[in-house]
């Protein structure tokens, strides 16, 4: 199959058709919200654009109808705007909620952390907000049904592993914590490394570009704000004992880490920018977070998907998308998405089990994941040979790579089994 340009999946475009979205604008200056409006109906004649010059306005609006996305303005008196979404969390739980902001305080990251899926800073950059809407919006599409779309919406709280959780507060309570060793924890965890990504994005820290390498993102955010964040912000969880096959929380971020790792050699191997090779660790480090996010709140279908890929002998996200309507490549897809994550590392997560699905041409964070990932699995069993039975192989051959596969197999074992002299196996 020849390579080429494939349909954009979640980008804008004419190919998509979306249905009419409703988006309420809630802020305390009648000129802003008026000029919103009107630049929404020149360019997004499709969409309902509703109003509101305050907090209390606002929940009348939500109480009275539904709303796909809602922008509310950080400063606003009697009910500010993180109040005011925390209140739509709870009201509308699949509801898309983006605060704007001209001056955030370190104590407002904090707050904002649960209940503001992204930051945009004033002046308001109207084309950034409708494209950001656009692919979320069609990102969400991509769910199977309504309770995971809320379920993802308001998802805050992330899993994490009890050893990972305690390693890392025992860092940060010490004070000779350093950026070097948080780092070093950070970078096996992927519900830390997510939030913290999703902190550093935001308009706080007022930077001209997204920070896609983790060693920069705690940089930028700080020691005392990751402190806060593990130790005192109700952002993390633990498994309270759910043990489901194919869903073991240990196995799969030891499966995350490692398929960074090897993503992060292959890319290297393909002489990539240290850019993309930074992403394609970070992808295969959050690939499986929607597993995380399902067994965490969804255990009882998780065994039903289980038990429909052993009965029909299908592969596990043939399972989920019979039992859920989606994958778990979806579910982290959207939740990053939302989060504010790039675009490319956000689709490398969507499509790591299906990469023609996917819109790139070319080598990218994407192949780098799904090459990885399918290594990793055949690695850990024990079974090198299985590997061309888990790879796309039309896929590598519509980007002309398979030549490339004796090398990354070689990278890839060479990086497998130094992961596993780190881990002490």
């Known amino acids: 199959m020849p390579a080429g340009p494939r349909a954009g999946v979640f980008c804008s475009g004419p190919q998509r058709v979306m249905t009419k979205k409703q988006i309420l604008f809630v802020d305390d200056e009648p000129e802003f919200l008026q000029a919103l409006q009107d630049s929404f109906r020149i360019v997004e004649p499709g969409w309902a654009t509703s109003l509101a010059t305050g907090g209390a306005e606002g929940l009348d609006l939500?109480?009275?109808?539904?709303?796909?996305?809602?922008?509310?303005?950080?400063?606003?008196?009697?009910?500010?705007?993180?109040?005011?979404?925390?209140?739509?969390?709870?009201?509308?739980?699949?509801?898309?909620?983006?605060?704007?902001?001209?001056?955030?305080?370190?104590?407002?990251?904090?707050?904002?952390?649960?209940?503001?899926?992204?930051?945009?800073?004033?002046?308001?950059?109207?084309?950034?907000?409708?494209?950001?809407?656009?692919?979320?919006?069609?990102?969400?599409?991509?769910?199977g049904n309504d309770v995971l779309r809320r379920l993802v919406a308001q998802c805050s709280i992330l899993p994490t592993v009890p050893t990972l959780y305690l390693e890392l507060a025992k860092e940060l309570q010490s004070p000779m914590?350093?950026?070097?060793?948080?780092?070093?924890?950070?970078?096996?965890?992927?519900?830390?490394?997510?939030?913290?990504?999703?902190?550093?994005?935001?308009?706080?820290?007022?930077?001209?570009?997204?920070?896609?390498?983790?060693?920069?993102?705690?940089?930028?955010?700080?020691?005392?704000?990751?402190?806060?964040?593990?130790?005192?912000?109700?952002?993390?969880?633990?498994?309270?004992?759910?043990?489901?096959?194919?869903?073991?929380?240990?196995?799969i971020w030891e499966h995350c880490w490692r398929t960074g790792v090897l993503a992060r050699a292959i890319s290297l191997e393909e002489r990539q920018s240290p850019a993309l090779c930074e992403e394609a660790f970070l992808?295969?480090?959050?690939?499986?977070?929607?597993?995380?996010?399902?067994?965490?709140?969804?255990?009882?279908?998780?065994?039903?998907?289980?038990?429909?890929?052993?009965?029909?002998?299908?592969?596990?996200?043939?399972?989920?998308?019979?039992?859920?309507?989606?994958?778990?490549?979806?579910?982290?897809?959207?939740?990053?998405?939302?989060?504010?994550l790039p675009e490319s590392l956000v689709e490398a997560v969507a499509f790591h089990n299906e990469p023609m699905e996917a819109p790139s041409s070319s080598f990218t964070s994407l192949t780098a994941v799904h090459v990885s990932n399918a290594l990793d699995h055949a690695y850990s069993e024990g079974k090198p040979e299985h590997f061309k039975d888990l790879v796309d192989l039309e896929y590598l051959m519509s980007l002309g790579l398979p030549a490339r596969i004796p090398d990354w197999q070689r990278v890839g074992l060479a990086a497998f089994q130094r992961t596993r002299q780190a881990s002490g196996e």
Not at 81 to 101: A, C, D, H, I, N
Not at 223 to 246: E, M, Q, W
Not at 313 to 340: D, K, N, P
């Open 62 to 143: 939500v109480r009275k109808g539904r709303f796909d996305v809602v922008v509310a303005d950080l400063q606003m008196p009697g009910m500010d705007g993180v109040t005011f979404l925390s209140k739509v969390q709870e009201l509308q739980p699949s509801t898309m909620r983006f605060l704007l902001s001209g001056n955030l305080e370190q104590q407002d990251v904090l707050r904002l952390a649960a209940p503001t899926h992204q930051c945009f800073t004033k002046p308001l950059n109207m084309d950034l907000l409708r494209q950001t809407i656009r692919r979320l919006c069609a990102l969400r599409d991509l769910l």
């Open 177 to 251: 914590a350093s950026v070097e060793r948080v780092e070093a924890i950070v970078c096996k965890d992927p519900a830390v490394t997510a939030k913290i990504l999703q902190l550093v994005n935001s308009s706080f820290f007022g930077l001209a570009r997204r920070i896609e390498s983790l060693g920069e993102a705690i940089h930028y955010v700080g020691l005392n704000i990751i402190k806060a964040l593990v130790l005192t912000v109700p952002v993390y969880s633990r498994f309270d004992g759910v043990r489901v096959r194919d869903y073991s929380p240990v196995a």
């Open 283 to 340: 992808a295969g480090l959050l690939h499986d977070l929607g597993k995380m996010v399902l067994v965490a709140n969804l255990s009882s279908l998780c065994r039903e998907a289980t038990a429909a890929a052993q009965r029909a002998h299908i592969s596990m996200h043939q399972a989920e998308r019979e039992v859920f309507g989606c994958t778990h490549s979806m579910v982290a897809a959207y939740l990053l998405g939302l989060w504010g």
